[in-house]
């Protein structure tokens, strides 16, 4: 099913650099091609192409061009997601060692159910940026997928009655995971310094030098992952993931648990959906559908701390998507600047975010006509504070998807003495002007190192993705306000 292909993207994506190279690998393989942002674009993009583009490696926008398309006559029908998720980070200076272990430094990224990460088999990923022969520095993705870091908890015996009850720990001192005996490690070292090539850890080292800011074994260990010389590593940004596959679950496997489901889950449904419209437009009849528009999707970084960076979606990279397709796309009539504000008009943004189910042992934190349930369909998330997207003409476009798709939708709303989660949906509605609405899976535990989401919702997404691509310009047609 679906949601096994869902748990094997997440498996393979620890990391934003990974969730953005695993949606290229796909979409390379699905025949789309990869333009880079700082070369012109002009003349190279053709109606009916099928492009993509990174930023940073931790965005992605991709985009298949109806064989109609043209500024000013067509719209952008977009779903966001965002690639980030609540993590442990190494710090700059990760070297770290107590009572003879040696340990690794790590900052809190995002708003984390920080003690879910206790007690937990924990690999490490992300990218390196490395040295090559020829002078030049390339940024090259790890993944150490074997169990080598571990944060555990304190024994019960050794806490207060007090501190049983309230178990909070503090985010600096109690979160440092352990990597090895410093005694091994220190053996190892020396065999290094007496054999070939030595190691580097002299003492007068640069206190800015990589290894007086990071365990040389550590060094060590991506080095031969990534098969170069440990000198060679000029700098990385690394995390923290689980070590434990993601799985169905439940006792008609209609549950799938995994990391990160917050939101790669949506990343997963919208690139497939994508590559489904991009190869269904050759289709006659039925499936056809969206020539006169561009399908996009845009996958955000930066999401889990606010989104306001470079590669976030507070940022420009939405506007700049709009008016750099649409500009390669000349209108029949009419100037380019009017032109690209009519293609604004005609737009339209999904917001795709996990929500929140209601939970069986906390039901009473749901408003009782706003439970979404997992496997319920997706749900339409509404906050007129504007915490999401949503209002009544954007709402109504998805129930008349889902209608079309035959597949289900069910309601959220916070209850009133209740903060609510903010998504990219307000955002990227202020940033641009278009038309938006939030949706998203129903999910439990979100922000834990595992969540939950049902099996079914992860087909129910891509559906209703699917049919917004092809259906959305008819629907939008229909609407007479
Ligand atoms: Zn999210």
Redo the contacts with the bound molecule.
């Keep these: 099913p679906l949601a096994s292909e869902c748990a094997a993207f997440i498996d393979r994506a620890p990391t934003p650099f990974h969730c953005c190279a695993e949606a290229a690998r796909q979409l390379v393989e699905a025949g789309f091609t990869e333009l880079a942002e700082d070369e012109s674009w002009s003349g190279a993009l053709k109606p009916g192409g099928k492009y993509f583009y990174r930023r940073n490696g931790s965005s992605l926008v991709g985009f298949a061009v109806g064989a109609e398309f043209a500024a000013g006559t067509g719209g952008i029908s977009v779903v966001g997601a965002?690639t980030d998720?609540p993590v442990l980070k190494l710090k700059p200076c990760s070297k770290r060692s107590a009572h003879g272990y040696l340990q690794l430094s790590v900052e809190c990224y995002g708003g984390g159910l920080w003690h879910t990460w206790f007690d937990r088999e924990l690999g490490v990923a992300g990218a390196v940026i490395v040295k090559k022969g020829d002078g030049s520095f390339v940024k090259e993705l790890v993944h150490v997928k074997r169990p080598i870091l571990r944060v555990p908890t304190l024994c019960i015996h050794l806490q207060s009655a007090d501190e049983r009850a309230a178990f909070a720990p503090n985010k600096e001192s109690h979160l440092q995971p352990i990597l090895a005996l410093e005694s091994i490690v220190k053996e190892q070292l020396g065999a290094d310094a007496n054999g070939e090539g030595g190691a580097d850890a002299a003492a007068g080292a640069s206190p800015a030098a990589m290894d007086a800011r990071h365990a040389p074994a550590l060094l060590k260990l991506l080095a031969s992952e990534l098969g170069c010389a440990v000198g060679d590593i000029q700098d990385f940004e690394l995390t923290l993931c689980d070590t434990q596959p993601s799985q169905l679950w439940g006792l008609h496997n209609e549950f799938l648990s995994a990391p990160r489901l917050?939101?790669q889950v949506h990343c997963f449904t919208a690139l497939k959906a994508l590559v489904e419209h991009a190869n269904a437009e050759k289709l006659e009849g039925d499936q056809r559908g969206g020539e006169g528009d561009v399908a996009m999707i845009a996958l955000f970084d930066h999401?889990?701390v606010g989104s306001d960076s470079t590669v976030g979606a507070g940022g420009p990279i939405m506007a700049e998507a709009l008016r750099r397709v649409s500009l390669c796309f000349p209108p029949k009539k009419g100037p380019e600047e009017e032109a690209l504000l009519l293609t604004t008009r005609k737009s339209f943004f999904i917001s795709a975010?996990?929500a929140h189910a209601v939970h069986p042992n906390w039901a009473a934190k749901h408003e009782a006509a706003h439970t979404p349930k997992l496997n319920g369909g997706t749900v339409i998330k509404s906050n007129d504070n504007q915490r999401y997207a949503t209002n009544a003409p954007t709402g109504f476009v998805v129930r008349e998807l889902a209608r079309r798709s035959k597949t289900s939708v069910q309601e959220f709303m916070v209850r009133n003495d209740c903060p609510c989660?903010m998504?990219i949906g307000p955002m990227v509605a202020s940033k641009t002007g278009v038309r938006t609405v939030d949706v998203g899976v129903a999910s439990l535990s979100?922000h834990s190192i595992r969540e939950t989401v049902g099996a079914d919702d992860v087909r129910s997404s891509f559906v209703l993705f699917t049919t917004f691509f092809r259906l959305f310009r008819e629907i939008d047609g229909a609407c007479k306000f």
């Design positions: 965002h998720s917050d939101n999401e889990e975010d996990t989660g998504t979100m």
